[in-house]
């Protein structure tokens, strides 16, 4: 449902070319849980922005549920993300002054969606997200840094995407924290079928994935099912 | 998105910052504050004036005697400079004009007047009973000269309120007591109520005799120097200007209407040539005003690209959930309108105020009409949108990969 056909991405800035993405392909099934791994500097970032259709590539497709949405103007590129993506980032980024509940809703809110399916919705997802009730209608800045990465997971969900892309989503929170965040992704792989992207630099956080795709100096150096993975209780198989 | 939404992102977006939006929307109350009251005051002004022209009757057309002067004529300087209007051409007109309320006749000079003991100097306004009303006269004491003293060349007189004063004392009743004008013995029948306003010459000061009394008596000619027309409505005052020009030309025989010895004078011209004046007073005050609620604009705009750049991270996030550049740029639009919104409600009590506290301490009446409120709404949405537009479409126009790493 995701292919990425010979993608490359440059940078131009003044008279310098830089290259950041050098013939990526690749193919992602629905359903599948898939860590994006790689040092700072390696293409990551910029790959997760295509595929999260922030940015488009210079050359090759980028297919998501068949559709190429490699050449699309800014305004269907939004749609495509209200639509089929939902995103993590490892700032969190929620709405500091809004409830935990309005956060969740935002993205239906462009969506058009009225108030109270939308109500309905979020509940739903924060319960898949694992944030306990008594906490819906609090200020989100009131919340502990895993409580926040929850909402936002609950916010990445809230419009049924066809991706979710979590970038970094560990990256502000202290292990213990880390920990129950992943686990909170592999259940949503697991149980609730969700296709999600990963994107690290650390290779602890990346083995939790189903399949790993190592990419060093914007190439594909390794793409191949994750042997060792790392499960809730920190077991490895 | 829909409006409601639009509306609770604004609201929390404006009360998460309570002092800055407070103190950009004060720039925008004290702009639209002074040009309500600016305006209050140049429309008081105007009201005053239009209301003062008026006292000295409604509708009415003037007719005076032009400015050649017939051959032999005993002219004395105060009067017209030609004698050619007579009481047959005020006849005339009451009979043949049409649309036409009253017409009074007046002949008015100056002379000295004692009476026991003191004396004074003051028009002398001979003319009839229809003069009451063309020319809102009103008797406090007494009566107003009746077409019965005129027939009879009655030497009878109606004092203004300050000629009254002058000769018998404040608030004295001088019904019944003589005046002598021009040593001729003349009993007081009444005193007019006072019209107060000072706005052609004051009418307050003056006695009226009956007409034809003036002209036996003291012109000792038949013209008279001023014939003053009342049309039924002020619809029909070019109307009867037109007939009563026409009808004293053929009675005058003259063929060229620049060739003639009188003039028509229309209120409405007098009331348009002063309100023309005060327009441009209030114009003026309202454009000095006006630099206020400009440089609050300014002061809106500033806060807002404050706020785009505070809230970069903001926009991005919204952009990657889904959001368009129009739903972006509304939201900042909606802010900047929604200022400018409060400023105005709050601009327009605060103008309205002013005006009250002007009127009652300062002595200038103001009147705030719903032209100046929906000017000053009008001019603040489009502040709003004005000052708006640039910071709204800077923010929209942030790339979403941008705006997330921005710190």
Partial sequence: ?237 | MIISDLLQETYSAIFMNKVRSGLTILGIIIGIGSVVAMISIGQGAQGQIQSSIESIGSNLIMVMPGFQAGAGSQVRSSRGSAQTLTREDADAISEQVSFIGAVAPEISSRYQITAKGTNTNTSIIGTVASYSQVRNVEIELGLFISDQHVRNLSKVAVLGPTTRDDLFGENSNPVGQKVRINRIDFTVIGVTKTKGGTGFGSQDDMIFIPLSTAQRFLAGSDHVSTISVQAQDSDYMASVQQQVTSLLLTRHNISDPQMADFSVMNQADIVETASSVTNTFTVLLAAIAGISLVVGGIGIMNMMLTTVTERTREIGLRKAIGAKNKDISFQFLAEAIMLTFIGGVVGVIFGWLISLLISKFGGITTSVSMFSIVLAFGVSAAIGICFGYYPARRAASLKPIEALRYE
């Avoid at chain 1, 690749?26 to 390696?42: L, T, Y």
């Avoid at chain 1, 993300?81 to 929620?94: A, H, M, P, Y």
């Avoid at chain 1, 009131?142 to 916010?155: D, H, K, Y």
């Fill in chain 1, 1 to 237: 449902m995701i292919e990425c056909r010979d993608i490359d991405k440059i940078y131009q800035s003044g008279s310098v070319e830089t290259k950041v993405l050098k013939s990526v392909s690749f193919k992602i099934e629905e359903g599948e849980f898939v860590a994006i791994m790689g040092p700072s500097g390696s293409g990551k970032s910029t790959l997760m922005h295509i595929l999260g259709c922030l940015d488009t590539p210079t050359n090759g497709n980028y297919f998501l549920d068949e559709q190429d949405v490699s050449q699309l103007s800014d305004d269907e590129l939004a749609d495509i993300r209200k639509n089929k993506i939902g995103f993590v980032f490892q700032s969190f980024n929620l709405l500091p002054r809004a409830t935990v509940l309005r956060n969740v809703v935002l993205p239906l809110v462009y969506a058009g969606i009225p108030r109270e399916k939308r109500e309905e919705q979020a509940k739903i997802v924060l319960q898949e997200a694992g944030l306990e009730e008594s906490h819906y209608y609090h200020l989100s800045n009131q919340l502990s840094g895993g409580q926040m990465q929850r909402v936002a997971i609950a916010r990445a969900l809230v419009n049924n995407p066809s991706l979710v892309l979590a970038d970094e989503p560990t990256g502000n929170l202290d292990t213990k924290t880390g920990e129950i965040v992943l686990e909170t992704f592999q259940k949503l792989n697991a149980e609730h079928k969700r296709t999600i992207v990963l994107i690290t630099h650390e290779r602890y956080v990346a083995e939790h994935a189903n399949r790993i795709i190592h990419i060093i100096d914007g190439r594909i150096v390794e793409d191949g099912q994750n042997k060792h993975q790392r499960f809730i209780n920190g077991k490895t198989t």
